[in-house]
Structures are given as structure tokens and as C-alpha cells.
């Protein structure tokens, strides 16, 4: 009885065996294969982009020979894996090519499988299949599908309407800044950032018209997406936009204004509209930001408007305003407050008896 127990334990061992070293065996000759298939389809797309951008004199690139050749290398809806594969290696292209030849590419994709497959994810349920349709799309730039990114731009999901935001950017340029008024949720920090950098590296030129009508915006998010615009830019002409919104309620938006105003130089007139803001600031660490902004950008002293801070404002700020004054050569200033300070205490204590 043991014997034969013993036999059937040793039978399914080997099958067992023979399994694992089957699976093993087949999935390396399947990786061979598979890699030496996707070394035809990049070989087979460098030849046709070659021959497209690059064509013999006198003669015209045959689209429906090179559509014939990618189907029978797989390129069909039916096999996502090979079309997936096509798509990154024209992303890969686009990205490195420029000029004529970026448009050309462009015409390109739009007449050779996988077609739509990229704006066919558009369509899942599934958002991060759709947010890689849209990159794909915008990466590609097949501006051809900008309202379908217009539609994803309030999307439920975070990522997917950040990148229908950035396509939009993308392929619209500053008059995609017409849209933020109508956004419905909220633009995370480093999606303005994104926004800002798009505009600049693609749109370096600025116009004005788009975004001044932008300024229409009272949203937290469009506010701060403004006045990074404006800072990337060194648009001095509107440094205004920024100023009125350093005493603004929200720390947010004043700190954000801190930060973009740090960038330009002030006339006198400006330079008095902060000062005045400076009192409605309500958080000390702003306001300590500020007021080295303020004596940064000053080419004088402003000596009763320190002198002021110094007698009624709080004990930091009275701090950092006596070292303004003391290393700017107001030292009598500084020492007459102090002097008073000791004996406006000295006039309190009670003398013993």
C-alpha cells in the first residue's frame, strides 16, 4: 500500500516537473519570439518614417502599401500589445523631431494603423486608460481630437482632466485661457506649474488679449495660475494683477503672490501700494517676507513708514526692523527707541522703601 502511494507521489512530482520546466521552455522561446517580432515592427516603422520624411526624387510615399505592411506585422485592433508598441515608438519619434518634419510625422500617423486607437481609450471606463489616451493624443499632437479634450476637462478623476487640461494647453496655446472660467475643479499646484512650463516652451511669445481676459476669474486656482504666468513671463506691465492680491484673505493666494512678486522691480507708486497692504497682512511670517521684499527693492529708506513699524509693530517685526535700520545707518533711530523702551520700564517699577 505504501509502495503504491509512494509511486503515485513520485508520478505527480514528475508531472508536476514536466509542467514547470514546459511553462519555463515555452515562455522563453515566446520572449525570443516576441522580441524578435517587436524588433521587425520598430525596423519596419524606422523604414517607412524614413522613406516618408525622406522620400527618392520624384516620387510619393504609398500609404496603402505601408498601412498592407503593418497589418501583417499585426498592427490590427485585435492585438492592443503590437498597437500599444506602434504608439509608443511614434511618441518616441514625435518627441525627437522638429520643424518640417514634426508636421509631416503628424500627417503621418493619422494615415497609418493603429488610427484612432489612442482616442478609442477616450472612451473607458477606466481613467487611467483614458488619461494615457489623452497623453498619447497630445503627445502626438493630433489636435484633430481638441474637443474631445474639452469635454474631459471637468472630469471626475484628478488625473484624467489634468492631462485633457494640458492637451488643451498644448494645442490651443493662451487661448486655452479662456476656459478657466469655466472649470469646475480645483487645478492642483503642480498642474499650474506643468501649464506655465507648456506655455513657455511651446508659446514663448505672450498674448496679452487671452490672458487679461483671464483676470475675470475670482477662482483660487486661476488666480494662482495668473500670477505664475505673469512671473514666468516677466510681464512688468501687469505686476499690478499680483499686487492686489497681497493682502488678500486666503494665505494661499498671498502667499503665492509673495512669491511671484519677488521677481520685479517696483516704481514708487507700486512700491507705496504694498506698504500699504503690508498693514492688512494678518499672518507674521508673510509679513516678514514682504517687508524684505520691500527693502530688497528700495533704492532709499523709507524712514517713516520703518519708524512706524518699529513703535507699533509686533515685538518680531520691531526686531526685523531695527536690523534694517541699524545696518542702513539709522542707528540713532533705533537707539532712541530703545533708550525710551528702558525708561518707559524703569518709570514703571516701584522704588522700595
Given at each position: 500500500m505504501e509502495a503504491i502511494i509512494l509511486k503515485i507521489i513520485i508520478k505527480s512530482l514528475l508531472v508536476i516537473m514536466l509542467i514547470v520546466y514546459g511553462s519555463i521552455a515555452f515562455t522563453m522561446l515566446y520572449r525570443k519570439w516576441r522580441k524578435k517580432h517587436l524588433n521587425l515592427i520598430e525596423d519596419t516603422f524606422a523604414n517607412v518614417t524614413s522613406m516618408y520624411l525622406y522620400p527618392n526624387p520624384n516620387e510619393e510615399p504609398d500609404l496603402i502599401k505601408i498601412q498592407r505592411t503593418f497589418r501583417n506585422l499585426g498592427i490590427v485592433p485585435s492585438k492592443p500589445r503590437n498597437v500599444q508598441y506602434l504608439i509608443d515608438l511614434m511618441i518616441r519619434t514625435q518627441r525627437s523631431i522638429l520643424g518640417e518634419n514634426y508636421?509631416?510625422?503628424?500627417?503621418?500617423?493619422?494615415?497609418?494603423?493603429?488610427?484612432?486607437?489612442?482616442?478609442?481609450?477616450?472612451?473607458?471606463?477606466?481613467?487611467?486608460?483614458?488619461?494615457?489616451?489623452i497623453r498619447?493624443?497630445?503627445?502626438?499632437?493630433?489636435?484633430?481630437?481638441t474637443r474631445d479634450l474639452i469635454?474631459?476637462?471637468?472630469?471626475?478623476?484628478?488625473?484624467?482632466r489634468r492631462e485633457a487640461q494640458i492637451g488643451l494647453v498644448i494645442f490651443l496655446g493662451w487661448k486655452s485661457l479662456r476656459l478657466l472660467p469655466y472649470l469646475k475643479r480645483q487645478m492642483t499646484l503642480w498642474q499650474q506649474i506643468k501649464i506655465v512650463e507648456k506655455l513657455k516652451d511651446l508659446?514663448?511669445?505672450?498674448?496679452?488679449?487671452?490672458?487679461?481676459?483671464?483676470?475675470?476669474?475670482?477662482?483660487?486656482?486661476?488666480?494662482g495660475l495668473i500670477m505664475r504666468i505673469i512671473r514666468k513671463f516677466n510681464l512688468q506691465e501687469d505686476v499690478h494683477y499680483i499686487i492686489q492680491f497681497l493682502d488678500n484673505?486666503?494665505?494661499d493666494i498671498r502667499e503665492c503672490a509673495l512669491y511671484c512678486i519677488s521677481s520685479f522691480s517696483l516704481n514708487n507708486d507700486q512700491l507705496g501700494e504694498i506698504k500699504e497692504k503690508f498693514y492688512n497682512i494678518s499672518n507674521v511670517?508673510?509679513?516678514?517676507?514682504?517687508?524684505?521684499?520691500?527693502q530688497k527693492i528700495s533704492y532709499e529708506i523709507d524712514l517713516p513708514?520703518?519708524?512706524?513699524?518699529?513703535y507699533n509693530g509686533n515685538d518680531i517685526i520691531k526686531l526685523s526692523v531695527a536690523d534694517i535700520l541699524w545696518n542702513n545707518g539709522y542707528k540713532e533711530e533705533v537707539q532712541e527707541y530703545y533708550y525710551q523702551q528702558y525708561a518707559m520700564q524703569n518709570d514703571g517699577e516701584k522704588v522700595p522703601v
Amino acid at each position: 500500500m505504501e509502495a503504491i502511494i509512494l509511486k503515485i507521489i513520485i508520478k505527480s512530482l514528475l508531472v508536476i516537473m514536466l509542467i514547470v520546466y514546459g511553462s519555463i521552455a515555452f515562455t522563453m522561446l515566446y520572449r525570443k519570439w516576441r522580441k524578435k517580432h517587436l524588433n521587425l515592427i520598430e525596423d519596419t516603422f524606422a523604414n517607412v518614417t524614413s522613406m516618408y520624411l525622406y522620400p527618392n526624387p520624384n516620387e510619393e510615399p504609398d500609404l496603402i502599401k505601408i498601412q498592407r505592411t503593418f497589418r501583417n506585422l499585426g498592427i490590427v485592433p485585435s492585438k492592443p500589445r503590437n498597437v500599444q508598441y506602434l504608439i509608443d515608438l511614434m511618441i518616441r519619434t514625435q518627441r525627437s523631431i522638429l520643424g518640417e518634419n514634426y508636421t509631416k510625422l503628424k500627417t503621418l500617423f493619422t494615415q497609418i494603423p493603429p488610427y484612432g486607437a489612442s482616442a478609442n481609450k477616450l472612451n473607458s471606463r477606466k481613467w487611467y486608460i483614458k488619461a494615457r489616451g489623452i497623453r498619447e493624443i497630445y503627445e502626438m499632437n493630433q489636435n484633430q481630437y481638441t474637443r474631445d479634450l474639452i469635454k474631459l476637462r471637468n472630469d471626475s478623476n484628478i488625473y484624467v482632466r489634468r492631462e485633457a487640461q494640458i492637451g488643451l494647453v498644448i494645442f490651443l496655446g493662451w487661448k486655452s485661457l479662456r476656459l478657466l472660467p469655466y472649470l469646475k475643479r480645483q487645478m492642483t499646484l503642480w498642474q499650474q506649474i506643468k501649464i506655465v512650463e507648456k506655455l513657455k516652451d511651446l508659446y514663448p511669445e505672450p498674448d496679452l488679449a487671452y490672458l487679461r481676459k483671464a483676470y475675470e476669474s475670482d477662482k483660487p486656482y486661476a488666480i494662482g495660475l495668473i500670477m505664475r504666468i505673469i512671473r514666468k513671463f516677466n510681464l512688468q506691465e501687469d505686476v499690478h494683477y499680483i499686487i492686489q492680491f497681497l493682502d488678500n484673505q486666503k494665505f494661499d493666494i498671498r502667499e503665492c503672490a509673495l512669491y511671484c512678486i519677488s521677481s520685479f522691480s517696483l516704481n514708487n507708486d507700486q512700491l507705496g501700494e504694498i506698504k500699504e497692504k503690508f498693514y492688512n497682512i494678518s499672518n507674521v511670517e508673510q509679513k516678514l517676507q514682504l517687508l524684505k521684499y520691500i527693502q530688497k527693492i528700495s533704492y532709499e529708506i523709507d524712514l517713516p513708514f520703518y519708524k512706524n513699524l518699529l513703535y507699533n509693530g509686533n515685538d518680531i517685526i520691531k526686531l526685523s526692523v531695527a536690523d534694517i535700520l541699524w545696518n542702513n545707518g539709522y542707528k540713532e533711530e533705533v537707539q532712541e527707541y530703545y533708550y525710551q523702551q528702558y525708561a518707559m520700564q524703569n518709570d514703571g517699577e516701584k522704588v522700595p522703601v
